[in-house]
Every structure is written in C-alpha cells, then in structure tokens.
C-alpha cells in the first residue's frame, strides 16, 4: 500500500466478467450497476447491497458492517441492527430468537 492508499484491494472490471459472475453487469449499458460484497476470509459472501445508478452506497454502513462480521468472527457474538462498535451485543441462544426486542433496545439518537 502506498502513503495515502487504501488498506484493501481495488480492482476494475473492464470486461464485466466478475460482474456477470454476481449479476451486476447490466448487458445493455455494457457496465456494471453499484453492487458492494463482503467477502469473509473463508471465501463465502456474508453481506451484498446493490443499488441502481442514482442512489450512492453509503460507505459508513460498509465499514460499521465489516467490524460487525469481524466482531462476531472473533467473539460469536451477535450484533443487532444498527450495532455500532463498542455497542451491546447478545449471546446467541435458542430462546433469543423471536425475542431480541426483550433483551435489546436501540440506543436513541
């Protein structure tokens, strides 16, 4: 990485073959549409979000979720919506399911 890059690999799709792969490519405008995938260490996609043209990707939401799939990799925790680092997390149980709104309240903002 250089001074000023990014800790993460960028590449571009020219041909739009990896976007074909995950049916982003739009045939007709030969180009691909905004999709973003978290790709885990084990090779399986845990998260995808794709967007048509006018509307943007929100790249706080992608990093508030990669530290999600992180933390819970390293803790098996689970992280409730909005989750934020350094946020409550849950135990996962058989008994939470169906039940998080009993033990969990979004933080108010």
Do not use: C
Request: proline residues 9%.
């Amino acid at each position: 990485m250089v001074d000023g890059g990014i800790p993460y690999p960028m590449l571009s799709d020219q041909t739009g073959e990896i976007g074909r792969l995950y049916g982003v490519y739009d045939e007709e405008s030969g180009t691909n549409i905004r999709g973003r995938f978290l790709i885990d260490p084990d090779g399986i996609i845990q998260a995808a979000e794709v967007l048509s043209p006018p509307v943007g990707r929100n790249p706080e939401e992608l990093f508030r979720q990669i530290k999600a799939f992180q933390h819970n990799r390293n803790t098996g925790e689970v992280l409730p919506s909005g989750w934020e680092e350094g946020g409550q997390t849950l135990k996962p149980h058989a008994d939470l399911a169906g039940n998080v709104w009993k033990v969990w309240q979004p933080p108010k903002k």
